[in-house]
């Protein structure tokens, strides 16, 4: 069943009546709406009790016509693809028809890729190069990118990631030539529906209403929040962050860092308490801090339901096993979604199993079962590979076959088997939910994830009048553990430092915040206005995946050397951590520990002697590879472990020369971290003026003692929080919230601060407020030196 707004009330709720008031004073809002809780019903009191024009934007189509029929003639309802289709597809109509089923053979012709391509002894067949193409140029209109770019390839199983990054490389250049004939009237490949909508995207479009309503907000494509955020219209969006479970499909959750009003829908009618309480535990797991009551008009409770009318499974392996179980007792059974998948992968596995290549697209690589199998048992980074892998080997292709022949239509099934990805926005009254979430029986120390409790939280939600939650029993013991003032480890909330703290609502950072600085909105709005006309960051196109976390430590550093200080204190914790005894999660054996301390020691050094001595000074690159280095042991700091992937530190054995490791650092830092410098020239000129005493550069404070922070610069009484940001509009509450805590934890007033502000290292420019001005806007009702006193005291007192 798809979810139905039958819990729409003759009368409108408190909830509901305050967010159509709300709406009627023409602010923008966020309406974080709980399961069942009559989000669309509100959008409709909402369009009604105005005359503007407004405009529904729905996640499908579906939802979309249903949204006309119910709305009134003042709302227009559509699907971002139907925005952008009556906008500029039209000219492309036939193409889009016409080139709808061409085969993989012609697009390779029309690319010009004629023969295999070698990568170490593998070979990739001219389909699946132009496959592959396709899929850069397609992840390439889901973004918000200007250009295509090498990050754009998706994984090609099989390969490492040299062989990958060699790949990318190889066909960017085909990919671009593939986006400029797509978008040529005359172009001859295929035409796809997200490519006309990227190109309206392109052209930064207005829409044409005085108010915009954003539906299913927390799993927006990054095109379309580009485009909802730069709207000059009242904007509206609504959804539910704790059901934001599509973050692999790129998918973003942009209610919070939203700057519109945030309310809350809360009176859930689809169920009633007991699934609520349910559902509530696990929101609590996800740190989400809403909570549902449940008046559903026909009673809920948990029990065993044998023959359910839907099953609620993690992934596709435990969803096949329901569907087994149930086709041995002879009871008609569905798979949402179909078979087709199952069946191209156990195909494609009967293939490699009698040493034949498949054309399956993930297996393209591989000349047998067994080189799949290693494959996905080595590279750690193949999970969805070896998803596959557990379902063929668990069950065998020729049984899958068979499954999948033997399975029901839906219309024609008595329970319906679905993965929670394909269940989402749908209901049912009778759910069992699947044991695939249960850990192992060994496996008792791992806490819950956030993202593994948001997807269970979307699984319990999905019944009406009876759940049976057998199948996640022991991973529910697993939260309990946990209380409102832990993380879900056991770690005491209060002592997490200051941005690990906002990541919890009931921290104390995060409580006193929320008290006596309210509107984080507000900041975010006008933030917003400042970067609308910036140009786009500066980022890296030829490297598959650049490693951002220590490009971002990277210009830090070099920004601090521009301002005449060296990386900082918590740069020779790291190193010091290595040197140490000290335990330390995943670090190779004691010689090398010594090594990497020594190494270490010698890039600070060498970084401080060219501060202080005008002989020893060093060139742009050797600064950026120097300060690329240092990035990786602070992160040991900052972490607490040494992790093995995407770790410079990790290629190092007790021989390993600094020479070794310069020579290490991928070319694509050195012109990165060149274009920020060039950027941050003008706005860092006046700061590098200043007199040394006037420059601070990792500032901790007289708070930092009660929760760690340490901001980035204070420069003559402004405090800069630089941000490496690709996509600088999803700076949020969080990062506004870290601006204020370092001004409030400076509780004597030893830095003078008077003005607060971001510096977006990728597109050289400094936003900043006084900090009166700041205060004001986010909702302060004290004095800034009230304020920094009543932290202080709340603080100590949940020590």
């Known amino acids: 069943m798809r979810e139905r707004d039958d819990e729409v009330a003759v009368k409108a709720t408190e909830e509901q009546a305050g967010a159509r008031d709300a709406f009627t004073t023409g602010h923008d809002l966020a309406l974080v709406a709980g399961a069942g809780t009559g989000k669309t019903s509100t959008l409709v009191m909402m369009g009604s009790a105005t005359r503007r024009r407004g405009m529904y934007i729905a996640f499908n189509r579906p939802i ?111 990919a671009r030539w593939a986006w400029d004939d797509i978008c040529s009237p005359h172009g001859t490949l295929p035409f796809k529906h997200d490519h006309y909508l990227k190109m309206w995207a392109l052209t930064r479009p207005r829409l044409h209403a005085d108010y915009i309503l954003l539906d299913e907000a927390q799993d927006t494509n990054p095109v379309l929040e580009e485009i909802f955020l730069a709207q000059q219209a009242q904007r509206v969006c609504v959804g539910d962050p704790s059901q934001q479970i599509y973050e692999w499909r790129h998918a973003k959750d942009i209610m919070s860092a939203f700057p519109g009003t945030r309310m809350e829908l809360t009176q859930s009618f689809r169920f009633g308490p007991a699934i609520a309480d349910v559902a509530n535990h696990w929101l609590r797991a996800a740190t989400s801090s809403m909570r549902l009551t449940g008046h559903s008009a026909e009673p809920s409770e948990l029990t065993g339901v044998d023959v359910p009318d839907a099953v609620l499974c993690r992934n596709n392996a435990d969803a096949l096993a329901e569907v087994l179980r149930f086709l041995d007792q002879n009871v008609p059974v569905a798979l949402v979604g179909g078979g087709k998948p199952l069946l191209h992968i156990a195909k494609a596995a009967i293939d490699l199993q009698a040493g034949r290549r498949t054309s399956h697209h993930d297996l393209a690589l591989f000349s047998s079962w067994g080189e799949v ?84 939280y979307v699984a319990v939600t999905r019944a009406r009048t009876q759940l049976d939650t057998t199948g996640i029993r022991r991973l529910q013991t697993r939260c309990t553990t946990a209380t409102a003032h832990t993380t879900p480890e056991g770690i005491p909330l209060a002592r997490l430092p200051l941005t690990d703290q906002l990541e919890y609502p009931r921290s104390p950072m995060s409580t006193f915040l929320a008290r006596h600085l ?9 933030y917003l206005q ?227 502000g971001f510096y977006l290292s990728r597109q050289g420019a400094l936003i900043s407020w006084d900090v009166p001005h700041f205060l004001d806007m986010l909702g302060a009702r004290k004095s800034l030196a009230h304020t920094r006193t009543a932290l202080r005291n709340h603080l100590r007192r949940r020590r």
């Open 518 to 526: 309210p509107h984080p909105e507000r900041v975010i709005a006008s």
């Open 373 to 456: 199998q290693e494959y996905a048992e080595q590279d750690s980074a193949a999970a969805d590979l070896s998803a596959i892998v557990d379902i063929v080997d668990t069950y065998g292709p020729h049984q899958i076959i068979r499954t999948v022949e033997r399975m029901s239509d839906e219309e024609q099934a008595r329970v319906v088997v679905s993965t929670v990805h394909k269940a989402k926005g749908r209901e049912w009254n009778r759910v069992r939910i699947g044991a695939g979430f249960n850990p192992p029986d060994d496996d008792t120390k791992r806490a819950v994830h956030p993202a593994l409790a948001r997807l269970v």
């Open 64 to 174: 979309a016509q249903e949204a006309k029929a119910r709305f009134g003639s003042n709302v227009h309802c559509s699907t971002s693809h139907g925005l952008a289709y009556r906008g500029l597809a039209h000219p492309f109509r036939d193409r889009l028809n016409n080139t709808r089923h061409m085969p993989l053979w012609r697009t390779a012709q029309l690319l010009g890729i004629q023969r295999e391509l070698a990568v170490g002894r593998r070979r990739l067949k001219a389909t699946t190069l132009a496959h592959l193409v396709m899929e850069m140029v397609r992840h390439f209109c889901y973004s918000t990118d200007q250009q295509i770019a090498a990050r754009h390839l998706g994984t090609v199983n099989g390969l490492d990631e040299a062989g990958q990054q060699y790949v990318a490389q190889c066909l960017l250049p085909r």
């Open 530 to 756: 400042h970067i609308q006309d910036l140009p786009h960051p500066v980022q890296p196109l030829n490297e598959r995946r650049p490693d951002y976390a220590a490009l971002g430590h990277t210009i830090d550093y070099r920004l601090r050397l521009e301002l005449g200080d060296d990386p900082g204190e918590a740069a020779q914790a790291g190193v010091d951590i290595i040197g140490s005894n000290l335990p330390l999660e995943g670090a190779p054996d004691p010689a090398v520990r010594a090594n990497l301390h020594t190494l270490g020691n010698t890039v600070l050094e060498r970084l401080r002697a060219h501060l202080t001595d005008l002989h020893r000074r060093l060139d742009d690159d050797e600064l950026t590879r120097l300060c690329f280095i240092t990035g990786f042991f602070e992160a040991l700091y900052r972490n607490g472990t040494f992790p093995r992937r995407r770790n410079l530190l990790a290629q190092a054995d007790e021989h390993t020369t600094l020479n070794s490791l310069i020579d290490a650092v991928p070319a694509y830092v050195l012109d990165d971290i060149r274009e920020q410098m060039d950027l941050a020239y003008r706005p860092f000129a006046p700061l590098r003026a200043l007199p040394a005493h006037q420059r601070v550069c990792g500032p901790a404070f007289a708070g930092s003692a009660d929760v760690k922070a340490d901001a980035d610069f204070i420069a003559d009484g402004l405090l800069i929080d630089c941000k490496a940001r690709t996509q600088p509009h999803h700076l949020g509450r969080k990062q506004v919230l870290q601006l204020a805590g370092y001004l409030l934890l400076d509780y004597d007033d030893r830095y003078a601060i008077r003005k607060v």
